[in-house]
C-alpha cells in the first residue's frame, strides 16, 4: 500500500504517533490477580492432564506408542482418533492428510478429544496470555504492547509485545481469565470501550454503491448481521440473542463479501452450534431448533446456507455485479486505489482483492478518529487518555468526571467529523459504548439519550 496523495501520507504519519501516545500511557494491570490465576491454571492443567491420561483412550495410546507416548504429539492423537478409533476426519490438507489442528479434534465427539482440546486451550491461555502478559508488565503495573500500521496485509493495525487484539473473546471461559486482569489505572477512572457499530458492513456500501446496501445500512431499524443470522439459523428476528448475531457476521456476511461460498460458510456456521453453544434467545440449542424447521443433518444445512446466499446476491445485485468488474480491471491494472487516498500494487488473491478495498477505508476511518479523539484529549481532558485498539474500537482509560464530555466529543468525531473529512462516507456512522469500573471483562453497555449516558 502506496499513500498516494498528502492526505494518506499525513494519516500514516499522526496514526505513528497517535499510537506511541497509547503505547507510552500503557494499560494497567493487576498483578496479584493475575498471579493467582497462573497458579490456578498450572494446577487447573495438571488435573486434566491425570484425567485424560487415566481414559481408555490413553490406554490405548500408550498400547500403540508405549514410551514414546506423548499427549502434545498431535499427529498421535490423529492417528489414534482417525485411524484407530474410526473417526471421521471432516478437515484436511491440500495433500489428504489428516489435519492436527484444533478445529480438526473440535468436530470430534469423543470425550477424551473434547477434555483434549480444553486442555490444550488453557495451556496456550496460559502461556500466551496469562503468563506472556506478566512478563511483559512493568515494576509498576503497566502494560505498553505496541500497535503498528505496516505489517498487516489488509491494511489494518496489529499489535505485539504482547498482541493486545487477539485476547480470548468468544470463549467466554477464557476470556474472562485474561480480562480480568485489566483495571482502570486508578479508582476515579473506568475502562471504556467506544465501537463502530457495522463499520465494515457501512463500508462496503460506500465502496460498492450499491444502492439496496446503503439503504440497509442507513436504516437504524435494520441489522444486516443480525437478519442474515436469522435466515442462516432459520429464526425469527427476535430469536437471535447476541452471539448467534456474532457468528452471522464473521461467518457469513463477511466472508461472502469477501468471496467465500456456501461449502464454506455453511461448514463454519454449522460447526459453530457446538463449538460456542450457540442457542435462540430462549436457551434452545440450535441444533435442536434446526431439527424443529425440518433440517437434520450438516449436509441438509449447507443448503439451506446455499438459499441464504443466493437471496444475498439477489438482494445487493449491484455488489454482486461490480465484484466481477473490479477483479477485471484488477487483472488489467496490476493495481487498484482505496478511498483513503492510497494505491495497492502486487499480487493479491481473489479474496484479499474483495477484502482489501473494505476493510482497509474502514480501518482508516478508526484510525482518523482515534488520532482526533487522542488530539482533543490531550489538550481538553487529559486526565482520561486513549490506551488501546482493536479493529473498528478504540480503548480509553477515563476518569469518571470527564465521562460525559468523552463520550459526547468523540461520538462527533465517529459519526459527524468524520464524514465531513471524507465524502465518500454515504452512510451514516453509529457507535456502541461498553464500560467498566472493575475490569476489561465486567464492561456493561452504556445507553444514551439527549446527551447523556447511563449504564455504569
Same mark, same amino acid.
Given at each position: 500500500?502506496? =499513500?498516494?496523495? =498528502?492526505?494518506?501520507?499525513?494519516?500514516?504519519? %499522526?496514526?505513528?504517533?497517535?499510537?506511541? %501516545?497509547?503505547?507510552?500511557?500503557?494499560?494497567?494491570?493487576?498483578?496479584?490477580?493475575?498471579?493467582?490465576?497462573?497458579?490456578?491454571?498450572?494446577?487447573?492443567?495438571?488435573?486434566?492432564?491425570?484425567k485424560l491420561q487415566a481414559d481408555p483412550t490413553y490406554t490405548l495410546w500408550r498400547k500403540i506408542y508405549g514410551s514414546d507416548s506423548d499427549l502434545g504429539k498431535r499427529q498421535q492423537l490423529a492417528n489414534i482418533v482417525f485411524n484407530h478409533l474410526g473417526y471421521e476426519c471432516k478437515h484436511r490438507t491440500d495433500t489428504g492428510a489428516e489435519k492436527t %489442528?484444533?478445529?480438526?479434534?473440535?468436530?470430534?465427539?469423543?470425550?477424551?478429544?473434547?477434555?483434549?482440546?480444553?486442555?490444550?486451550?488453557?495451556?496456550?491461555?496460559?502461556?500466551?496470555?496469562?503468563?506472556?502478559?506478566?512478563? +511483559?508488565?512493568?515494576?509498576?503495573?503497566? $502494560?505498553h504492547p505496541f500497535f503498528n500500521l505496516h505489517l498487516a496485509t489488509t491494511y489494518r493495525s496489529s499489535s505485539s509485545d504482547p498482541n493486545f487484539q487477539n485476547k480470548p473473546n468468544r470463549d467466554q471461559r477464557l476470556a474472562k481469565l485474561i480480562r480480568q486482569a485489566f483495571i482502570p489505572r486508578t479508582p476515579d477512572h473506568l475502562l471504556v470501550e467506544?465501537?463502530?457499530?457495522? $463499520?465494515?458492513?457501512?463500508?462496503?456500501?460506500?465502496?460498492?454503491?450499491?444502492?439496496?446496501?446503503?439503504?440497509?445500512?442507513?436504516?437504524?431499524?435494520?441489522?444486516?448481521?443480525? *437478519?442474515?443470522?436469522?435466515?442462516?439459523?432459520?429464526? @425469527?428476528? *427476535?430469536?437471535?440473542? @447476541?452471539?448467534?448475531? &456474532?457468528?452471522?457476521?464473521?461467518?457469513?456476511?463477511?466472508?461472502?463479501?469477501?468471496?467465500?461460498?456456501?461449502?464454506?460458510?455453511?461448514?463454519?456456521?454449522?460447526?459453530?452450534?457446538?463449538?460456542?453453544?450457540?442457542?435462540?434467545? %430462549?436457551?434452545?440449542? $440450535?441444533?435442536?431448533?434446526? !431439527?424443529?424447521?425440518?433440517?437434520?443433518?450438516?449436509?441438509?444445512? +449447507?443448503?439451506?446456507?446455499?438459499?441464504?446466499?443466493?437471496?444475498?446476491?439477489?438482494?445487493?445485485?449491484?455488489?454482486?455485479?461490480?465484484?466481477?468488474?473490479?477483479?477485471?480491471?484488477?487483472?488489467?491494472? &496490476?493495481?487498484?486505489? +482505496?478511498?483513503?487516498?492510497? #494505491?495497492?500494487?502486487?499480487?493479491?488473491?481473489?479474496?484479499?482483492?474483495?477484502?482489501?478495498?473494505?476493510? &482497509?477505508?474502514?480501518?482508516?476511518?478508526?484510525?482518523?478518529?482515534?488520532?482526533?479523539?487522542?488530539?482533543?484529549?490531550?489538550?481538553?481532558?487529559?486526565?482520561?487518555?486513549?490506551?488501546?485498539?482493536?479493529?473498528?474500537?478504540?480503548?480509553?482509560?477515563?476518569? @469518571?468526571?470527564?465521562?460525559?464530555?468523552?463520550?459526547?466529543?468523540?461520538?462527533?468525531?465517529?459519526? /459527524?467529523?468524520?464524514?465531513?473529512?471524507?465524502?465518500?462516507? #454515504?452512510? =451514516?456512522?453509529? /457507535?456502541?459504548?461498553?464500560?467498566?469500573?472493575?475490569?476489561?471483562?465486567?464492561? !456493561?453497555?452504556? @445507553?444514551?439519550?439527549?446527551?447523556?449516558?447511563?449504564?455504569?
Amino acid at each position: 500500500m502506496i =499513500p498516494a496523495t =498528502p492526505e494518506a501520507f499525513k494519516l500514516m504519519m %499522526d496514526g505513528s504517533a497517535a499510537f506511541a %501516545d497509547m503505547e507510552e500511557r500503557g494499560m494497567r494491570i493487576d498483578v496479584t490477580y493475575l498471579k493467582s490465576t497462573i497458579a490456578w491454571a498450572k494446577k487447573k492443567i495438571a488435573e486434566l492432564t491425570t484425567k485424560l491420561q487415566a481414559d481408555p483412550t490413553y490406554t490405548l495410546w500408550r498400547k500403540i506408542y508405549g514410551s514414546d507416548s506423548d499427549l502434545g504429539k498431535r499427529q498421535q492423537l490423529a492417528n489414534i482418533v482417525f485411524n484407530h478409533l474410526g473417526y471421521e476426519c471432516k478437515h484436511r490438507t491440500d495433500t489428504g492428510a489428516e489435519k492436527t %489442528d484444533e478445529e480438526a479434534f473440535e468436530e470430534v465427539d469423543l470425550p477424551f478429544v473434547k477434555g483434549w482440546v480444553d486442555c490444550e486451550k488453557l495451556k496456550r491461555t496460559l502461556s500466551t496470555d496469562l503468563i506472556g502478559t506478566l512478563k +511483559l508488565t512493568d515494576s509498576d503495573g503497566f $502494560l505498553h504492547p505496541f500497535f503498528n500500521l505496516h505489517l498487516a496485509t489488509t491494511y489494518r493495525s496489529s499489535s505485539s509485545d504482547p498482541n493486545f487484539q487477539n485476547k480470548p473473546n468468544r470463549d467466554q471461559r477464557l476470556a474472562k481469565l485474561i480480562r480480568q486482569a485489566f483495571i482502570p489505572r486508578t479508582p476515579d477512572h473506568l475502562l471504556v470501550e467506544i465501537d463502530y457499530g457495522a $463499520l465494515e458492513f457501512r463500508g462496503a456500501a460506500c465502496f460498492w454503491k450499491d444502492p439496496k446496501m446503503i439503504a440497509y445500512a442507513s436504516d437504524p431499524t435494520l441489522d444486516i448481521h443480525r *437478519d442474515m443470522a436469522a435466515e442462516c439459523y432459520l429464526l @425469527k428476528k *427476535d430469536q437471535v440473542n @447476541k452471539a448467534t448475531r &456474532g457468528f452471522g457476521k464473521n461467518k457469513f456476511v463477511f466472508p461472502t463479501l469477501y468471496g467465500s461460498w456456501y461449502k464454506n460458510t455453511g461448514a463454519h456456521l454449522w460447526e459453530a452450534i457446538r463449538q460456542a453453544h450457540l442457542t435462540r434467545a %430462549d436457551g434452545t440449542c $440450535l441444533y435442536t431448533h434446526l !431439527k424443529e424447521q425440518g433440517v437434520h443433518s450438516k449436509e441438509q444445512y +449447507l443448503e439451506q446456507v446455499k438459499l441464504v446466499e443466493a437471496r444475498f446476491n439477489e438482494r445487493f445485485s449491484h455488489w454482486s455485479q461490480e465484484k466481477d468488474k473490479w477483479w477485471a480491471d484488477y487483472i488489467r491494472n &496490476g493495481e487498484f486505489p +482505496l478511498m483513503t487516498g492510497f #494505491v495497492c500494487r502486487g499480487i493479491y488473491s481473489s479474496n484479499n482483492l474483495m477484502n482489501t478495498p473494505i476493510q &482497509g477505508p474502514s480501518f482508516h476511518l478508526m484510525l482518523w478518529s482515534l488520532v482526533e479523539a487522542n488530539n482533543w484529549l490531550k489538550i481538553n481532558l487529559p486526565r482520561s487518555m486513549v490506551i488501546g485498539q482493536i479493529h473498528d474500537s478504540m480503548y480509553l482509560d477515563v476518569h @469518571k468526571d470527564d465521562l460525559q464530555d468523552v463520550l459526547n466529543q468523540i461520538k462527533a468525531i465517529m459519526t /459527524v467529523d468524520v464524514r465531513k473529512h471524507w465524502d465518500w462516507v #454515504v452512510t =451514516p456512522l453509529e /457507535v456502541e459504548v461498553d464500560a467498566s469500573a472493575e475490569n476489561w471483562f465486567a464492561k !456493561k453497555p452504556m @445507553k444514551e439519550k439527549a446527551g447523556r449516558w447511563t449504564g455504569v
